[in-house]
């Protein structure tokens, strides 16, 4: 079992940063593929990034986010990032992360076993 706890979401205007972190429970931690995941009002949750298990060899990235979202972890620390740079109106969205038993991370929302609650961030023009 895994806990999943976001923070670090918040108000932004346009062409801001924000850094989100993912702070997990157990001991496990590094044997997950961890992803980012966000949802805006009256969409279906979309892929964000994803980031391989055990230091996290291998990044994925949604078209839209690449170059402005940076994904990492620290294993040590139990903890997921999203970096997120050059902030956009269309950001804005509760972002989730999850942690999926495929180690080298998944696009696809489905294949994740755990979720967090969700922080919101709302980029303003």
């Known amino acids: 079992q895994v806990q999943l706890v976001e923070s670090g979401g918040g108000p932004v205007q346009a062409g801001g940063s924000l850094r989100l972190s993912c702070a997990a429970s157990g001991r496990t931690f590094s044997s997950y593929g961890m992803g980012w995941f966000r949802q805006a009002p009256g969409k279906e949750r979309e892929f964000v990034a994803a980031?391989?298990?055990?230091?996290?060899?291998?990044?994925y990235y949604a078209g839209s986010v690449k170059g402005r979202f940076t994904i990492s972890r620290d294993d040590a620390k139990n903890t997921a990032y999203l970096q997120m740079i050059g902030l956009k109106p269309e950001d804005t969205a509760v972002y989730y992360c999850?942690?999926?038993?495929?180690?080298?991370?998944?696009?696809?929302?489905?294949?994740?076993?755990?979720w967090g609650q969700g922080t919101q961030v709302t980029v303003s023009s």
């Open positions: 980031i391989s298990w055990s230091g996290g060899k291998h990044l």
């Open positions: 999850a942690a999926t038993k495929h180690s080298s991370g998944s696009y696809s929302y489905i294949d994740y076993d755990y």
